[in-house]
């Protein structure tokens, strides 16, 4: 299958920017574009996290249920966003403006990628070596990473976002960041007019 989005990352940042593809899909200007999210999540800060600090998230949250609570929602209201389990990305070639994303088990085609990583290394990921660089917003002494970019794009067709993007690490930031990508996407699929999605009562 070809995606016109496939982002890559099934933690904070990815399913946020997931979620808000999936809520633009309905319009006009994003009729019958494919968005997929290879939720790979063993590797997420989410893992061991316990959150009492995130506006709308009760106290006491753990991190590993919202790793499943994130994809229900996903399915429950934006089921048409394909969701790839149990896949860790492999390599990422840009072909053409066309980018050929490798993982473990397959190779997807998609016009934009979104990498959504965390800033952990080692970064595994072959095709993206040159745009590895210290993280600019961490500790120096964990030797966090992040990619290259000028406000979440890091060349046509590939963005970045969460911490692997420069954000530090907090929940609200990283979901901020994927949303940020989401709409910029929307956005370039409007022909540049701004968009924003919003449910009303
Ligand atoms: C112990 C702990 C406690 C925390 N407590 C708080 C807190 O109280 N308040 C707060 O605001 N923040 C807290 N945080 C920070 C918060 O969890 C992170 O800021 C947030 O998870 C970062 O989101 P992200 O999208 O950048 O990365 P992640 O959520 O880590 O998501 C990255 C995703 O990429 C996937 N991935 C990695 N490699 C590959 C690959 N090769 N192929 C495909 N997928 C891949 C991972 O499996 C993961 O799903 C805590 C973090 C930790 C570790």
């Excluded at 574009?33 to 998230?57: M, Y």
């Excluded at 009760?58 to 919202?66: A, D, E, V, Y």
């Excluded at 048409?80 to 397959?106: C, F, L, M, P």
């Excluded at 979901?175 to 370039?188: E, H, M, P, R």
Aim: charged letters at 20%; a positive charge; proline letters at 2%.
């Amino acid at each position: 299958m070809i995606f016109d989005v496939l982002i890559i990352g099934g933690g904070v940042s990815g399913m946020q920017c997931a979620l808000v593809l999936g809520s633009g899909l309905h319009k006009p200007f994003a009729k019958d574009k494919k968005v997929g999210i290879i939720l790979h999540q063993r590797a997420s800060h989410l893992q061991n996290a316990l959150f009492n600090n995130v506006l709308g998230l009760p106290s006491g949250t753990l991190g590993s249920k919202i790793l499943e609570s994130g994809k229900k929602q996903l399915t429950d209201n934006y089921s048409s966003v394909s969701q790839i389990e149990k896949e860790k990305v492999i390599s990422i070639v840009d072909h053409q403006g066309v980018y050929r994303v490798r993982t473990n088990k397959n190779e997807y085609k998609s016009t934009v990628v979104v990498l959504a990583l965390n800033y952990s290394k080692p970064f595994s990921i072959q095709g993206l070596e040159d745009y590895v660089m210290p993280h600019q917003k961490a500790n120096l002494n964990k030797d966090r990473i992040q990619l290259k970019n000028e406000n979440h794009f890091i060349k046509k067709g590939l963005y970045v976002c969460g911490t692997l993007a420069g954000c530090r690490s907090q929940f609200a930031i990283a979901a901020g960041s994927g949303a940020s990508v989401a709409t910029d996407i929307l956005t370039l699929w409007n022909d540049g007019n701004h968009v924003k999605i919003h449910d009303k009562i």
